[in-house]
């Protein structure tokens, strides 16, 4: 098994071959991690949560669920979710820009800025910054279609675990905000298993 931790507030890139699975655990409890992925072949096919919002029919993806590129091609198949099984798939990352929106100090760090760095370092300039698959994060649809923010209901050691399904790049953000409270307080960092 590989253990890859990721400090509060930072985050990891890590290379899966297809077939490989994957666990994003939790490891103390109540952490937001924002999560993306990236076709090894082709880094401007990317994880899509509208794509997969079509592919699956959910707003909420629960194990047995296929989540699919901008191309529609399968890259993460849930295999398993210890969690409450709330992850959302709506809200964009947290960047300076939204930093500064809500009120925080635009230095703050982010998820975004986390992305661009990580990707960069591997030789990719990303343009667009994909909406990520938040792990962890409470923010249920009201019935009248409105969002709320609840603090992330994960307990440490939560994993969620998946397997590649194409040689892709797998990042996560141990997401920094603390607007709307989504990670019940400071963030605590998470740690990425792959076991085979
Ligand atoms: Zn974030």
Redo the contacts with the bound molecule.
């Keep these: 098994m590989t253990t890859t931790s990721i400090a509060p507030g930072t985050a990891r890139a890590i290379e899966l071959a297809k077939g490989d699975v994957v666990r994003v655990v939790n490891s103390e409890g109540h952490q937001v991690v ?1 999560t993306w992925a990236f076709a090894a072949d082709m880094p401007s096919d990317q994880l899509s949560m509208e794509h997969s919002r079509s592919a699956t029919y959910r707003i909420l993806y629960q194990p047995g669920d296929t989540l699919v590129s901008t191309s529609f091609r399968p890259m993460l198949t849930i295999l398993a979710d210890t969690s409450p099984g709330i992850h959302d798939t709506l809200h964009a ?2 960047s300076a820009e939204s930093n500064v929106f809500y009120g925080a100090p635009a230095s703050h760090p ?2 975004q800025d986390n992305l661009k760095g990580v990707m960069a370092a591997r030789g990719v300039e990303l343009v667009n910054i994909p909406c990520p698959w938040n792990l962890f994060e409470h923010a249920p649809v009201q019935a009248d279609g409105s969002l709320i923010d609840e603090p992330s209901a994960a307990k440490a050691g939560d994993y969620v675990e998946m397997r590649a399904e194409m040689d892709l790049v797998l990042v996560c ?1 141990a ?3 603390t607007v709307g409270d989504i990670s019940q307080g400071e963030p605590r960092g998470a740690t990425i298993q792959v076991i085979g």
């Design positions: 924002d990352a947290c982010n998820c953000s997401c920094p905000s």
